[in-house]
Nanobody, 126 residues
């Protein structure tokens, strides 16, 4: 059974930083996509950033480019999201996701990802 365990969420003031972590277990895919979606209150899930295990390709939502950085440790099946210059509009539940390899045309589509974590709350105060 695939399990995703997220950590690192919390409350931070605007302009601050947080680092999210997600440790995956229970799968042995040779190549996969892993990363983060987020869901603000009363809105749908939106792709934030994804990294591909085989070649390290990364994808970001326009709203976070230049502020967020995704990285991974393949040996540990762990992905990180360093979030800087946080804004109140970044407030959301952040979900770790894992799925088949994706590319620039499909990484943002939530149905590409078979496995989702429980989510971790990120709240940015103004």
């Amino acid at each position: 059974e695939v399990q995703l365990v997220e950590s690192g969420g919390g409350l931070v003031q605007a302009g601050g930083s947080l680092r999210l972590s997600c440790a995956a277990s229970g799968f042995t895919f040779d190549d996969y996509a892993m990363g983060w979606f987020r869901q603000a209150p009363e809105k749908e899930e939106v792709g934030v950033s994804i990294i591909r295990s085989s070649d390290g390709s990364t994808y970001y939502a326009d709203s976070v480019k230049g502020r967020f950085t995704i990285s991974s440790d393949n040996a540990k099946n762990t992905v990180y999201l360093q979030m800087s210059s946080l804004k109140p509009e970044d407030t959301a539940v952040y979900y770790c996701v894992v799925g088949s390899p994706v590319d620039g045309t499909s990484w943002w589509w939530k149905y590409e990802y078979d496995y989702w974590g429980q989510g971790t709350q990120v709240t940015v105060s103004s």
